[in-house]
Every structure is written in structure tokens, then in C-alpha cells.
């Protein structure tokens, strides 16, 4: 291989990473509850699981892309582990209906109804409909489609540029005879595994291997072991999506190949076993490109009834291999409560949604407070961690969103629809939250990268406004998680100091850059962190609200607030008072 092909493979690692990346965003963007749904009927039982991965790896030529969809549901919470597993047994069957489209292509002479079907012309008509719907649709959901469509092909482009930069292996007769040499099992299988690996497509290694067989020099004594090893080293690509997942991904990335491994140790043993007693006959037979196909076919079907009863027990090993740390199962300890069984008995399933809506909370404060603390002392392992437990936080708000609106499906009492409307109301307001701490963090980053340093008078402002801002949470999550309405009332005054203290730092802000003491750059972060702050006080504000209004009558936060600051009520002038007091520039 030339420097040229190296750089060409390069290149396409990194188109298909983006690609899984790109992909994977836009699917939980544009998903929400719904896919997860979807996804769940669809692969609710094991044989659905398989049908539904055989279907998708047919229609997409690569068990490779299927699996690494199925680790980004995964990784984005969207499925469980247990279906992956079935979807990705489906995927090593689906997989071979390449191996038949090549047979097809050779009796056409590579043209016709067969070239339709070719990866390339997939992948070219999937850019196509996903930049229309990108450029041309003012509708965002069909954006995000595209978005998730021009992911799936620059994805699969990028697999075809790392088959493409080792083409030139096709030609080599040194390589050629090396290949047609391995006889020995356990060396056939590792050249299988490896040529694959090369390749990163064991459609493609199949492919050659029928090319080969062209030749008349392939018999079943060396096809056996290579097309084992070619199911192996498929393993991967898929490895690579594994890269920055969570350990649930991790997890189904390595299902792909604890699958081809259990399945190469078990067929291996037993077949050349059995061959060792009775001698096969049929182990000198010279095959073709249809009995490439079909060979290739049966030993993944034979995995696929082998391993079928036993998807239980994969998941074991897979979550024995890859455990969760202790921060981890005490994460997602409450929102796993929220079992399906409990629906039916609405007064348990509903402090079970509680308990769930108070750790979400106290995580959203949690990360706001990380947040806030690195934009003194960044540390951007501190700023990973941001991002990451943003997802935890995500991932609260789709479960218990799905749940709360089954529940509101059963028949319930007046406490029990209050509680419920509460936190549908607050819910989204609590994930907010979350969503400003990820963009102080980036302000951070910014802050840090670009050596930004405020003059003094700015930087005393948003030392006052950031201790404004964690006490307006710090009040909102405990009033909310201990249900007191005395604490609750405190936050509204306090929020409509915060919005004073916004107008009067941008004020002082125009005037600072006016004079030279700060500049531009100053600004545009400036004025990102304050406006973060202000939304940030707002959906307290609204968490607050609802809490107060649901205790009286039907929830009416505008009206509540008008009555409040008409009456000049007296408990709201008193802490009004005393914040300004607290915190003035």
C-alpha cells in the first residue's frame, strides 16, 4: 500500500466516525419518546429483534452500519441492552445477502436490476434526500431527518474509502497466494479475521473470497475457516462506534463480537471434531461463487439458531465484562423504578415518578454547580463531565415524560392528577436547567482557550450574579424535593431581582466596552453567561409557580403573577427587600 492508501484509510476512519457521530445526534434530537417507543415494539421480543436486524442489514448491505445504529439507540438510552443482542444475531444473517447480490452481479455482468441495489447507489440516494430535506425543508423535524440521512452516508462513505484504500491488496498475487495457501483451520480463520479487518467489511472480504473462487482455487477446506474468520473480523467497525459511548454501548458494540466468537468456537469445534471421526467427503470440493454464497449464508444462520436461545445469558457476560460503576447504578438507580408493571396501580407508580423527578432535580443543580465552578478553575475533564451527565439528565426526562403521560391514561383521583400535572410542568424545566449548565460550561471552554480575562468590575458582577443564581436553584430544588411552598414563595422575588441585576450588567457592560475597558470578545461571552443566568432564574420561576398555583386551583402562572405583584403582597416585597439588598452592584 502507498502513502496515498494509508492516508485514504485514515481519512476514512474518520468519515466514518464522524458519520456514527453525526447520526447519532440527529436521531436523539429528532426521536424524543417517540423512537424509543417505536424501537420497543419493534424489537419487544427476541424473533422481532432478529427479524427487524436481518431486514435492515438486507436493505443496507453492512451488518456493520446496523450495529453501529444499534449501539447509538443504546448509548443514547433508547434501547436496552437485550435487544440489541437480537437485533445484532438478525444483522450477522442479513448481512450475507450481499454474498447473492454479487452472484447476481456476475449473471448480469455487473449492470442492471443488481447495480440498484449496491451500496453505492444506497448511499447515493440517501445524500440526495437528505440534503434536500436539509436545504430546501423550513420545517426543523424534517431538517433533523436529513441531518440523521446525511449522517448514514457519510457513514457508509466513509467505509467505502477505507475498502477503496485497500484495493490495490486485490491485485497483488503475493497476497492472493498467501491467502489460498492457509489450509490449517485456526490459520485460515486468522487470515480471514485479519483480511477483514483491513477491509472493514466482511461483505467486501466475502466478495473477494467469491472472486477468488473464480479461479476454480478455493475448495470448502480453506472457504470454512476464512469465511469464520471473515465474520470475526467484521467485529471492528463496530468496536469503533464503541469509542466515547457509555457503558451500555460498550456493551453492545462488543456483542457483535462475542456473537461471531461464540459462533466460530462452537460450529468450529463441533464440525472439525465430527470431520476428524467420519472424514467429510466434501472438504476437497471445489466452490464457486454461488457455493461461497450459500456456505457463507449456513454458517450464519447455524450462529443465529445456535445463540438464539441464549440472549440471556450473552447479556450477562457482556454486562459482566464491562461493569457500571458505583456512580453509575446509583445514576440511574431511581429512574429504573419506573417499571411498566407499576402503571397499574397509579398511587405507587406515582411516588416511584417522584423519587425520579427529586434526582433529576438535585442532578440538574448538581451539573449547573460543576458548571459554574470551572469557569474560575477549568479543568476539562470537569467540562466532559458536563457533558456527560447532561445526558443523564436527558434521559430522566424521556423516561419519566413517557411514563407520566401512560399514567395519565389510568383513572386517578384529584391528588394524584395534581401531582402529575406538577411534574409535567416542571419537568421540561428542570432539563433546561441542565441544558444552560452544558452552556456555561462551553462558555467556560471558551474562556479558558481564548485566555479571556474580564476587568475587575465585570468580573465582581458575575461573581454577585453567579451567587444569585445558585441560591435561585438551590431554594427551587429543595422546595421542590421537600414539597415546601414557604421556600417556594421565595423564589419568584429573587427571580425578579436576577432580571434587574441582567438589565444593569449589560448596562455597565456597553459602557465598559465603550471606554476600551473591555472588549468585543468580553462582550459576546458576557452576554452569554447573563443570559443563560436570566433563562436559568426563569424556568425556577416556573417551577415555582406551578408548585404554588397547583396547591390552590388550576394551574395559571400568569394570572398568579399579576394578582402577586398587584397586591404588592407582603411576603414578596419583604424577600424582595432583602435579595436586593443581598446582592447589588
Same mark, same amino acid.
Given at each position: ?12 476512519? /474518520? ?15 429528532? /426521536? ?5 417507543l417505536i424501537l420497543y415494539r419493534l424489537s419487544s421480543t427476541p424473533l422481532k429483534g432478529i427479524l427487524l436486524g436481518a431486514g435492515v442489514t438486507a436493505a443496507i448491505q453492512s451488518s456493520s452500519a446496523t450495529s453501529v445504529m444499534v449501539v447509538g439507540f ?45 451500496? @453505492? ?44 484504500? =485497500?484495493?490495490?491488496?486485490? *491485485? ?32 467486501a472480504a466475502v466478495g473477494i473470497l467469491q472472486a477468488l473462487a473464480m479461479t476454480g482455487a478455493i475448495d470448502f477446506s480453506m472457504a470454512f475457516p476464512i469465511i469464520m474468520g471473515i465474520a470475526i473480523g467484521a467485529a471492528l467497525p463496530v468496536l469503533f462506534?464503541?469509542?466515547? @459511548?457509555? =457503558? ?91 417499571? *411498566? ?38 479543568? *476539562?475533564?470537569?467540562?466532559?463531565? =458536563?457533558?456527560?451527565? *447532561? ?14 403521560v401512560k399514567l395519565t391514561a389510568r383513572e386517578l383521583n384529584r391528588k394524584q392528577n395534581k401531582d402529575i400535572s406538577q411534574f409535567l410542568h416542571t419537568l421540561s424545566d428542570f432539563e433546561r436547567i441542565g441544558d444552560h449548565a452544558v452552556n456555561i460550561a ?25 451567587? @444569585? ?18 421556600? @417556594? ?55 415555582? =409557580? ?40
Amino acid at each position: 500500500m502507498s502513502i496515498s492508501n494509508i492516508l485514504s484509510l485514515l481519512g476514512g476512519i /474518520a468519515l466514518f466516525l464522524f458519520g456514527m457521530s453525526f447520526m447519532g445526534e440527529g436521531l436523539k434530537k429528532v /426521536a424524543g419518546n417517540r423512537m424509543e417507543l417505536i424501537l420497543y415494539r419493534l424489537s419487544s421480543t427476541p424473533l422481532k429483534g432478529i427479524l427487524l436486524g436481518a431486514g435492515v442489514t438486507a436493505a443496507i448491505q453492512s451488518s456493520s452500519a446496523t450495529s453501529v445504529m444499534v449501539v447509538g439507540f443504546v448509548n443514547s438510552g433508547m434501547m436496552k441492552v437485550r435487544q440489541a443482542i437480537s437485533i445484532i444475531l438478525g444483522a450477522v444473517l442479513g448481512t450475507s445477502i450481499t454474498g447473492w447480490i454479487i452472484c447476481l452481479s456476475m449473471i448480469e455482468g455487473g449492470s442492471g436490476v443488481a447495480e440498484l441495489f449496491s451500496t @453505492a447507489s444506497l448511499t447515493g440516494v440517501i445524500a440526495v434526500i437528505g440534503i434536500f430535506l436539509r436545504m430546501f425543508c423550513k420545517k426543523e423535524t424534517k431538517r433533523k431527518v436529513g441531518n440523521i440521512l446525511m449522517g448514514f452516508a457519510v457513514l457508509m462513505t466513509g467505509m467505502s474509502l477505507m475498502s477503496g484504500a =485497500v484495493a490495490p491488496l486485490r *491485485e497483488s498475487e503475493q497476497f492472493i497466494s498467501i491467502l489460498t495457501r492457509f489450509s490449517n483451520p485456526l490459520i485460515g480463520i486468522l487470515a480471514g479475521l485479519i483480511f477483514t479487518s483491513i477491509l472493514q467489511s466482511a461483505s467486501a472480504a466475502v466478495g473477494i473470497l467469491q472472486a477468488l473462487a473464480m479461479t476454480g482455487a478455493i475448495d470448502f477446506s480453506m472457504a470454512f475457516p476464512i469465511i469464520m474468520g471473515i465474520a470475526i473480523g467484521a467485529a471492528l467497525p463496530v468496536l469503533f462506534s464503541a469509542l466515547g @459511548a457509555n =457503558v451500555n454501548g460498550k456493551r453492545s458494540a462488543f456483542v457483535y463480537l462475542l456473537i461471531n466468537l461464540m459462533g466460530a468456537c462452537i460450529l468450529g469445534i463441533v464440525f472439525y471434531a465430527v470431520h476428524a471421526a467420519v472424514h467429510f467427503s466434501f472438504m476437497d470440493m471445489t466452490l464457486d461463487t454461488f457455493g461461497i454464497a450459500l456456505l457463507n449464508t449456513v454458517y450464519r444462520l447455524l450462529v443465529l439458531l445456535i445463540l438464539a436461545p441464549f440472549i440471556g445469558q450473552m447479556e450477562k457476560i457482556v454486562n459482566a465484562l464491562f461493569r457500571e460503576s458505583a456512580e453509575d447504578l446509583e445514576e440511574m438507580a431511581d429512574i429504573d423504578r419506573l417499571e *411498566e408493571r407499576f402503571i397499574a396501580y397509579p398511587a405507587i407508580a406515582i411516588e416511584q415518578s417522584r423519587n425520579a423527578m427529586n434526582a433529576m432535580a438535585e442532578k440538574a443543580e448538581k451539573n449547573l454547580s460543576r458548571a459554574l465552578q470551572i469557569l474560575d478553575a477549568y479543568e *476539562e475533564a470537569e467540562y466532559e463531565k =458536563v457533558q456527560e451527565k *447532561e445526558e443523564v439528565i436527558d434521559r430522566y426526562e424521556d423516561r419519566l415524560g413517557t411514563y407520566l403521560v401512560k399514567l395519565t391514561a389510568r383513572e386517578l383521583n384529584r391528588k394524584q392528577n395534581k401531582d402529575i400535572s406538577q411534574f409535567l410542568h416542571t419537568l421540561s424545566d428542570f432539563e433546561r436547567i441542565g441544558d444552560h449548565a452544558v452552556n456555561i460550561a462551553d462558555a467556560a471552554q471558551e474562556i479558558h482557550e481564548k485566555k479571556i480575562v474580564f476587568s475587575e468590575d465585570a468580573g465582581r458582577e458575575l461573581d454577585i450574579i453567579r451567587n @444569585a443564581i445558585s441560591e435561585i436553584v438551590d431554594n427551587t430544588v429543595q422546595a421542590f424535593t421537600t414539597k415546601d411552598l414557604e421556600l @417556594a414563595s421565595k423564589t419568584e422575588p429573587l427571580e425578579e431581582w436576577i432580571d434587574v441585576l441582567c438589565d444593569e450588567m449589560k448596562m455597565n457592560h456597553v459602557h465598559r466596552i465603550q471606554s476600551g475597558e473591555c472588549t468585543l470578545l468580553h462582550g459576546f461571552v458576557f452576554n452569554d453567561l447573563i443570559t443563560n443566568y436570566e433563562r436559568i432564574a426563569d424556568h425556577c420561576s416556573n417551577i415555582a =409557580v406551578a408548585m404554588i398555583e397547583l396547591e390552590t386551583n388550576e394551574l395559571n402562572s400568569h394570572e398568579y403573577l399579576h394578582e402577586l405583584k398587584k397586591k404588592e403582597d407582603s411576603r414578596f416585597s419583604r424577600y424582595y427587600a432583602q435579595y436586593s439588598q443581598k446582592y447589588r452592584i
